[in-house]
């Protein structure tokens, strides 16, 4: 169901359902086999425009709006999730400059990300801040009007191949996680290299890599917001992009009943095509009901956002929470409805169970989605 998506919604989504059908899935296997940044079809959805929808319009932009994101990543990952999670990434990266980025900075690179120019990515987790994002050991330490970065992120979505990187660093070790800032690094800086390149179980469409940053020198006017308002920044960003990783879960999960139902039409076992048999129509009745629970909640909380909410994080948390346990549920029922088929690699079925598991651990495990969601509930009701 499309709840009530506006006409400009609505066509947004007949083309990138077009794109997705006609450009990108006679290529799943092979864009799951190269595992590599599919930067030709990155160009392509540039040449749609589609990344005009990370900016606000006075920067090029169509507005920045969650809704149109999660309309945009769901159709991707729909077809392909690796692609979904490369473009997505994009927007993870430009939303701090959006909500915190001084106009300089916002003039400079804002138009450049609309138009496809520059492609973004946002790097927090390192080896030992994973759920514990507070624990940054990366430092930006000033040095006239220069920062100076050392230290390593790690698992970083487009790492290598964005042209900018919103990294979050500390600029005073002695506050611990009061002294994060966030800085705009751009790929070049001399000192700025690209370590191990990780071999993923899913959304092979997509690269995961290693910054490594020795003695990098970056302008102070590239911080984002102010120093010490890092950790803030990122879990406002966090919060902002949840929905998107929800939208694409419900897209992986729309994607692979698809697929078991037009299998389950075909496949004809004990003298009839298995659809019929109430087994498998129990099955499919859970997955349908709940993807669109999940896809209700997706749209709901992105329309929240969209209308100006100041407070939203459980909302974000839940939906990312709620759909990607979906996914993951889904997609394995998937996997069971077509049998020793499903598990083969000739049918995208089992590459989409493989993509849905990251939507349970990225942008935070749902175990630390839950622990947002209990802590804001917990202050509601004393
Ligand atoms: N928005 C704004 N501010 C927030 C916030 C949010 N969503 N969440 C926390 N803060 C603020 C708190 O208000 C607190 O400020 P004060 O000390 O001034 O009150 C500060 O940030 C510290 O918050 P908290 O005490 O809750 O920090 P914790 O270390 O307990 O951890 C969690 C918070 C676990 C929620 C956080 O570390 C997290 O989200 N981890 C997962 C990170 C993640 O998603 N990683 C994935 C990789 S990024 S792709």
Avoid: C
Wanted: glycine share 8%; proline share 3%.
């Amino acid at each position: 169901m499309d709840y009530f998506l506006t006409e400009e919604q609505q066509e947004l989504k007949k083309l990138v359902r077009r794109f997705a059908e006609e450009r990108v899935r006679p290529r799943w296997k092979e864009l799951d086999e190269a595992h590599e940044f599919p930067r030709d079809l990155i160009e392509e959805m540039a040449q749609l425009d589609l990344f005009r929808i990370f900016v606000p319009e006075e920067y090029d932009g169509f507005g920045s709006s969650v809704m149109n994101i999660a309309i945009v990543v769901e159709e991707l990952a729909r077809v392909e999730p690796g692609l979904a999670v490369s473009f997505a990434a994009v927007g993870l990266g430009t939303i701090p400059i959006v909500l915190y980025g001084s106009d300089e900075l916002k003039e400079k690179y804002l138009p450049r990300i609309a138009n496809g120019e520059l492609i973004a990515a946002f790097a927090l987790t390192e080896p030992n801040a994973g759920s514990d994002a507070g624990n940054i050991q990366t430092k930006a330490l000033k040095d006239g009007d220069h920062y100076v970065l050392n230290g390593t992120k790690i698992f970083i979505t487009n790492g290598g191949e964005a042209d900018i990187y919103t990294v979050i660093a500390s600029t005073r070790p002695d506050r611990g996680m009061r002294g994060l800032s966030a800085i705009l690094v751009e790929k070049g800086a001399p000192g700025f290299k690209f370590g191990k390149k990780e071999d993923t179980m899913g959304i092979r469409a997509s690269v995961q890599r290693e910054l490594i940053f020795e003695d990098v020198r970056v302008p102070t006017s590239n911080l984002i917001g102010r120093e010490g308002m890092g950790f803030k920044i990122a879990m406002d960003t966090l919060d902002h992009s949840r929905p998107g990783v929800a939208a694409q879960a419900v897209g992986i999960a729309q994607g692979a009943m698809e697929e078991a139902v037009k299998y389950a039409h075909q496949r004809v076992q004990f003298g009839q095509a298995i659809i019929n048999f109430q087994a498998i129509q129990m099955m499919i009745a859970d997955m349908a009901t709940q993807i669109e629970a999940a896809r209700s909640l997706v749209y709901s909380v992105a329309r929240y956002i969209d209308s100006g909410a100041k407070r939203y994080s459980e909302y974000s948390a839940m939906a990312k929470l709620f759909a990607s346990d979906v996914a993951m549920k889904v997609t394995t029922d998937a996997v069971q409805v077509m049998g020793g088929y499903g598990y083969m690699k000739e049918y995208p079925v089992e590459k989409f169970m493989r993509d849905a598991k990251i939507t349970q651990i990225y942008e935070g495990t749902n175990q630390i989605q839950r622990l947002v969601i209990a802590r804001e509930i917990a202050k509601k009701y004393r």
